[in-house]
């Protein structure tokens, strides 16, 4: 096929759907203003998808459309000056930037990442320093990864050595995006050797984080050639003796360890947005061929077994976006209070954006596997997100444990919160109503501020919501079961360590917060009981289908798990799915016949 | 018991999801099940309550509730 035949194939589908799920749930208007709504608009050009699409093709770097955003004011959400650089500015970029490509997605994404340790534990000085190479074009790369270690940080290798006018540093980092192309590369290095026997606590101490800058003995190592994001950069950097200034250690020495666990408990939540940008092009794509090919006389749209894949697509993007706003909107008001959520962002977002783009992938058939054909990106990209960040298999370790306590905080008394961004022991709604409502803020001031990393009891929450929506209440039954089963393993000791059911308990909690956010982020009654404005209008019966959808996966795993624990659950788990097993099948036909056309 | 303690123990069994009372004041943390990534929580929490920066290497020097309540109380005392 030709270039130009598949440009219009693209435009044609695409430019009928244009699907923006994310800031249609997102409470505040952060793309109605510049630099973002310029960003998204020019994103939305056909000949810009052309400039990105060539650029996969060719795995280039997409310079030419960094050059344009910066052009638009792109630094402005990158540097702390005039407002712009919030959580939510940069996760509504990483969706609007996946929706058109996931190359300069992730490409955009690192930037803003590696930037973090500079709000974290940079100097005055260093921020300055750094904000004004970005807004003269620089991008950074945050170098964690070695090729032996992943991620395990405390096995790194790479040395940075005392000498009289800084460090000497050594070693070599890979499966880095942006290694080749990034100017400022923020990199984790040992400065102490790890003592013999230590346990990994006490090896914290032994990291420094530096800002290294383009020189002698900064050698780029080849570029991955990868199946997602063909045209970012994924490669890797070798420090031959790099010679760096004690004034480019961000933090004080032995403190990069825990400067970066702080940055990625808040660039995880971010990641969502990359997943909901994707699955969110995966529905403008899917809506607009559905729509456009016409078999037996009329659009596929109208078949049953296409309808239902567009169903669960629509379903699942609402579902992925909710999840990924709330992460975003919960570092804004609680900086890294907001772990929890984040985590849950990094899992759901990234699996549940895996299986929308399946929907779409079973719906366009053949035509979702030609390189030339627009799907076929999106089937690639979709891939990447749960790699970033910390792996889905540390996200489901680390939701395990928030079970864990989740169920302590029934029985224990919880230390006031002392964040000031919500009385969480307080009036349970109150405390999210602070999350939703709370302004867009400086993203340097958010992570800086006094926190408490926590899951909020969802119990008492889900009750007090529940007087606003049915759906809350059904929640609250879901909630309640899955903490029922996880405290009965835990006084029995049923689920070792590192098992399975470990596993799936993490991922059904992981659902369960899903299901949460969607119904604070798209019910109307929740939505206004949390104080925020009302959303656009959604395609009739998609709330439904996507709460139906997250409450069943929550409870066929409690059910499951809880079968051999607590028999009686298996019929109080039948009583709360019924009604709800009803109107998914009522909302499925409602949203069928609403996508059609 | 001093309200330092009080405050350090509780956020120590909230992190590690366990009873107050469990926790003794010359056990290992590690046997609580602290790891790395609990101990970020930690950190985060006790830096918010006593208002105070805990550099990482003071962190992989605490190895009982005991040393956390004297590094607290030697960073807040006048």
Redesign the interface.
């Known amino acids: 096929m030709s270039e130009r035949r598949a440009r219009e194939i693209e435009r044609t589908w695409s430019a009928r759907c244009e699907t923006r799920t994310w800031e249609t749930l997102c409470p505040h208007e952060v793309t109605r203003s510049a630099p973002l709504g310029a960003i998204a608009a020019c994103l939305e050009q056909p000949e810009v998808r052309a400039e990105l699409r060539h650029d996969e093709d060719a795995a280039d770097y997409p310079k030419r459309t960094i050059a344009r955003l910066a052009s638009l004011g792109l630094a402005e959400l990158l540097t702390d000056e005039g407002g712009a650089l919030t959580m939510i500015g940069l996760s509504a970029l990483n969706a609007i930037a996946a929706r058109a490509s996931g190359s300069l997605a992730i490409t955009l994404g690192v930037n803003a990442l590696a930037m973090l340790p500079f709000y974290v534990a940079g100097t005055d000085e260093q921020r300055a320093e750094a904000f004004a190479r970005v807004r003269r074009g620089g991008f950074a790369s945050l170098l964690l990864t070695e090729i032996v270690h992943g991620s395990n940080l405390v096995e790194l290798e790479t040395v940075a050595e005392p000498e009289s006018s800084g460090y000497r540093i050594s070693g070599e980092k890979d499966m880095i995006n942006g290694a080749r192309e990034h100017e400022l590369l923020i990199t984790l290095a040992r400065t102490r050797a790890r003592a013999p026997g230590g346990s990994a606590l006490e090896a914290r101490g032994d990291f420094s984080l530096f800002w290294i800058d383009r020189g002698p003995g900064v050698v780029p190592l080849p570029r991955w050639t990868t199946l997602p994001a063909p045209a970012a950069d994924i490669s890797g950097v070798r420090f031959d003796g790099v010679v760096v200034p004690a004034a480019r250690r961000i933090g004080d020495e032995g403190d990069g360890f825990g400067i970066v666990q702080k940055t990625l408990l808040v660039s995880r939540g971010a990641i969502g947005a990359l997943a909901s940008g994707t699955t969110s092009a995966a529905v403008s794509l899917a809506l607009g061929y559905a729509r456009e090919r016409v078999l037996y006389g009329a659009p596929i749209s109208a078949l049953a077994p296409v309808a239902e894949h567009l169903v669960d697509l629509v379903a699942l993007d609402l579902a992925v976006a909710a999840m990924s706003v709330k992460a975003a909107l919960a570092v804004n008001a609680e900086g890294l209070g907001a772990a929890h959520l984040t985590a849950v962002a990094k899992f759901a977002c990234c699996r549940l954006a895996e299986d929308a783009v399946t929907e779409g992938r079973r719906l366009f058939a053949s035509r979702a596997l030609m390189r030339e054909l627009p799907y076929e990106r999106i089937a690639r990209d979709v891939l990447l997100y749960g790699v970033f960040d910390g792996t889905s298999h540390v996200m489901l370790a680390q939701l395990h444990w928030r079970l864990q306590q989740l169920v302590a905080a029934r029985t224990y008394p919880r230390v006031s919160d002392v964040s000031g961004a919500g009385a969480r022991d307080g009036d349970p709604l109150d405390a999210m109503r602070a999350i939703y409502t709370h302004a867009p803020r400086s993203l340097v001031a958010a992570v800086r501020a006094p926190s408490r990393a926590r899951p909020t009891p969802l119990e008492p929450y889900l009750a007090a919501l529940a007087a606003h929506t049915p759906r809350a209440a059904a929640l609250g039954d879901a909630a309640r079961a899955l903490l029922d089963v996880a405290a009965e393993a835990r006084r029995t000791n049923a689920w070792p360590a590192n098992s399975g059911e470990t596993v799936r308990a993490a991922e059904a909690l992981a659902m369960l917060e899903c299901a949460v956010a969607l119904v604070e982020l798209a019910d109307p009654d929740a939505r206004a009981a949390l104080g925020m404005p009302p959303a656009p209008p959604l395609h009739e019966g998609a709330l439904s289908v996507s709460f139906a959808g997250l409450l069943l996966r929550v409870l066929g795993a409690t059910r499951a798990l809880g079968a051999p624990l607590l028999p009686g659950i298996v019929g109080q788990i039948a009583t709360v799915e019924g009604p709800w097993l009803v109107e998914a099948a009522r909302a499925r036909a409602l949203l069928a016949t609403a996508l059609r056309s | 018991m001093s309200d330092n303690t009080h ?1 350090v123990r ?2 120590l ?3 590690c ?4 009372t469990s926790i003794k004041p010359d056990a290992p ?2 046997d609580y099940g ?8 930690l ?3 006790l ?3 006593f ?1 105070i920066r805990i ?7 605490m190895k009982t509730l005991k040393d956390i309540v004297a590094y607290v109380e030697g960073r807040i005392s006048p």
């Open positions: 405050t509780q956020l069994a909230e992190v999801a366990l009873d107050p943390l590690i602290l790891d790395s990534a609990r101990a970020i929580d950190i985060v929490g830096e918010g309550a208002a550099p990482d290497e003071a962190a992989a020097k």
